[in-house]
C-alpha cells in the first residue's frame, strides 16, 4: 500500500516537473515569452523603419547640395549610423554584451550604463522622434493616398482637367487602419508587418529608380551643377544656405533608426548571442539602404536636376504610365502603415508600463478583458489600451493637418533625434563600458566625432525650423 501511495506521488512529482520544465521551455532567460527573432526579422524591422518617407527627399536634399557635398553626406551619415549602431548593439546587456542582464528598452540602456540625468534627456528626445516620426508618416502617406485619386482623375478626365484632392480624408483613413494595428499587443507581434512594409519600400524605391532612370536615359533635359541650386537663379544667398541646412536635417531623417535599436534587438533569439546578430543585421540593413538611398538621390537628381521636387516620386507628373506611379504610391501608403507601427509600439509600451506602476490596483488600467475572435482565438482587451492608443493616432493625425510640411517637418525631427540617440549616447556609453581614459587618442577621437555631428544637427535644425515658418506664414490650417 506505502509502496503503491509512494509511486503515486512520485508519477505527480514527474508530471509536475514535466510540466515546468515544459513552460520553461517556452521562455527566456528572464522569464519573458521566448524569443523569436532572427537576423531575416531583425533586418526587416531596420529596413522598415530606415527607408521609410526619408527615401522620397532625398533627390530634392542633393538638388541642394550638389554632386559633391550631396553624396558624400549621404555616405557620411551611412558609416556614422554603422558605427554607433554597433556599440549600441552591445550596450543590451549589462556588463557582460552576451550573458549581462537584459535592458529592454534604450531609456534602460542608458540608466544601467550612464544613469542620472542622463535617462531623462534620452526619454524626451527618443519619444520626440517617435511622435514627430508618427507625425510625419501620416502626412506622407495621405499626399500618397492623394496623388492616386490625382492621377486617376487627371486619366478619366484629361490633362486639362482641375484634379486637387485634399488630403484629409486620407490622413483620417491611415489614422482609422492605425487605431486597429495599434491594439496589437506588443512589438514581437509585428514581425510580419514589418516584413511587408520592407518588401513595399522596395517596390516603390525601385520603381522610382526605374522612372528616373528612363526619364535620364531619354533626355532629362534638366540642369545639374556640382554646388546644387545656383545662387541668382534658382534661388536667392538666403535660401541656398536655408535649404542647404535643412536638406542635411532630411538625410539625418533618413538614418533614423537607432531610437528603436534596443527595442529590435530584444526581439532576437539568445542564441546567437544578441549583439552579433544585431550587428549582422545593422550591416545589412543600413547597407541595403545606402544603396537604394545613393540610387533614389543621384538618379533622381539626375532625372529632375535642380527643380528637383519635395517628393520625387511626384516630379514624373500624375499621367503616364499612371498605373505604376499610382502603385507605387499604394506601395509607399501600406510601408507606411508598418512602419508607423514600428516608431508607435515602444512608445505605447512605456506609457502602458509607467502606467500599472503608478496605478496598480486600478481595473480600468490593468484589467485584461477575454474576448472570443473568429479565426483568432482569444484576444485580450484592456480599456486603458484601448482608450489611450486610439487618443495618441488621433492627436496624430489632428497635429498632421495643422502642419502638412513634409519636407521642413522630417528636417526637424532628422535634426532634433540624430545626435542625442545616434552618436552622442552609443559613444558615451561605450566610453562608460569601455572605461576609455580621458584625453587618450579614441576619447579624443570619440568626442571630436561626437561634437562634429552636434555642429551639424543644430545647423540642420537651424534649416528646418526657417523652413516650418516660412510655410505657416502662407498656410491657412484644414482650407489649404
Known sequence: MDAHIHKNKTSTLEVANDNLNGDRKNLDDDGREKRTGTLMTASAHIITAVIGSGVLSLAWAIAQLGWVVGPVVLMAFSFITYFTSTLLADAYRTLDPVSGKRNYTYMEVVHANLGGSYVHLCGLAQYANFIGATIGYTITASLSMAAVKRSNCYHSNGHAATCNPTNYPYMILFAAVQILLCQIPNFHKLSWLSILAAIMSF????????????????????????????????????????????????????????????????????????????????????????????????????????????????????????WLIDFANVCIAVHLVGAYQVFCQPLFAYVELKS???????????????????????????????????????????????????????GLIGAGTFYPMTVYFPIEMYIARAKIPRFSFTWVWLKILSMACLVVSLVAAIGSVQGLLTYVKKYKPFQT
Open 203 to 322: 517596390s516603390y524605391s525601385s520603381i522610382g529608380l526605374g522612372l528616373s532612370l528612363a526619364k535620364v536615359i531619354v533626355g532629362a533635359n534638366v540642369k545639374t551643377s556640382l554646388t546644387g541650386v545656383e545662387v541668382g537663379v534658382d534661388v536667392t544667398g538666403e535660401e541656398k544656405v536655408w535649404r542647404t541646412f535643412q536638406s542635411i536635417g532630411d538625410i539625418a531623417f533618413a538614418y533614423t533608426y537607432s531610437t528603436v535599436l534596443i527595442e529590435i534587438q530584444d526581439t532576437l533569439k539568445s542564441h546567437p548571442p544578441e549583439n552579433k546578430v544585431m550587428k549582422k543585421a545593422s550591416l545589412v540593413g543600413v547597407s541595403t539602404t545606402t544603396i537604394f538611398y545613393m540610387l533614389c538621390g543621384t538618379l533622381g537628381y539626375a532625372a529632375f536636376g535642380n527643380k528637383a521636387p519635395g517628393n520625387f516620386l511626384t516630379g514624373f507628373g500624375f499621367y503616364e504610365p499612371f
Open 356 to 410: 500599472k506602476q503608478r496605478w496598480p490596483n486600478s481595473n480600468f488600467v490593468t484589467t485584461e478583458h477575454i474576448m472570443n475572435v473568429p479565426f483568432y482565438g482569444e484576444y485580450y482587451i484592456n480599456v486603458f489600451r484601448l482608450v489611450w492608443r486610439t487618443s495618441y493616432v488621433v492627436l496624430t493625425v489632428v497635429v498632421a493637418m495643422i502642419f502638412p510640411f513634409f519636407n521642413s517637418f522630417v
